[in-house]
């Protein structure tokens, strides 16, 4: 009898090299398992801007929610496609759907966000409160 020794964490790559970077880069890639669509964020002096890549989508498909100071989006789609031939009946179903969240700070103004969709991207403008907005002025030396 061998006794084989597997490593448990030390050396990963121990039995296969090729299957651990295979299979560690599926498990570790976050933006492949659990996390949705690419998102963009980005702050400008007036507002925040939150873009998400979701082609194929529909307006209606949609639903956009503030839960106190948590922005989230969610859509739900399902497709179903159906081809008949002579004796048989072929279905295909595809379902998608996806829900992020975003903690909004306290300087966003609950009440004027807006949503756009265009092209595949959903787009949440998230205006700042007056006081928020940064305020320049020329300061004089006495």
Same mark, same amino acid.
């Given at each position: ?8 964490? &030390? ?9 651990? $970077? ?9 933006? =492949? =398992? ?14 925040? &801007?939150?873009?998400?890549a979701v ?16 922005? +989230?989006?969610?859509?739900?789609? #399902? ?7 002579? #004796? ?10 996806? *829900?992020? +969240?975003f903690t909004?700070?306290?300087?966003? $103004? &609950?009440? #004027? ?5 265009? $092209?595949? =991207? ?13 305020? *320049?002025?020329? =300061?004089?030396?006495?």
């Amino acid at each position: 009898m061998t006794l084989v020794k597997f490593a448990n964490g &030390h050396n990963k790559r121990a039995v296969n090299p090729f299957f651990s $970077d295979v299979f560690d880069s599926l498990i570790n890639d976050s933006s =492949i =398992i659990g996390r949705g669509p690419a998102v963009n964020i980005a702050e400008t002096e007036n507002e925040f &801007h939150i873009e998400l890549a979701v082609p194929g989508l529909k307006k209606e498909d949609f639903k956009i929610s503030l839960d106190k100071n948590v922005l +989230s989006v969610a859509a739900d789609k #399902k497709v179903e496609n159906v081809e008949e031939g002579k #004796k048989y009946s072929k279905r295909e179903y595809s379902y998608n759907s996806f *829900s992020r +969240s975003f903690t909004l700070p306290e300087s966003a $103004d &609950h009440a #004027k966000i807006e949503a756009d969709y265009t $092209d595949g =991207i959903l787009t949440l403008n998230v205006p700042k409160k007056e006081e928020a907005k940064i305020q *320049s002025r020329e =300061i004089t030396i006495k």
